[in-house]
């Protein structure tokens, strides 16, 4: 469960605190498959609403990273 938060958080931190395109994709990179390694590795063991609460706060926190990213691009 641990990988969960992992993920999350370094997801959050390389998208509000590192500016370095390369350092922030990298860190984004290893967030993404901490979430699916961690997962993949615990899934069996949580129930039908840990299922459902842990893919809606993984894809609205990668659907609002992917969105801010689009918009920053844009204003450059």
Do not use: D, R
């Not at 899934?43 to 706060?57: D, Q, R, T």
């Amino acid at each position: 469960m641990i990988h969960f938060f992992v993920g999350i958080a370094a997801l959050l931190i390389c998208s509000f605190v590192i500016k370095l395109e390369s350092v922030g994709a990298g860190i984004m990179g290893g967030g993404i498959l901490t979430l699916i390694s961690g997962s993949m590795k615990y899934w069996e063991y949580f129930g039908e609403l840990a299922k459902f609460i842990i893919v809606g706060v993984a894809l609205t926190v990668l659907i609002w990273i992917g969105y801010k990213k689009l918009n920053e691009n844009k204003a450059m």
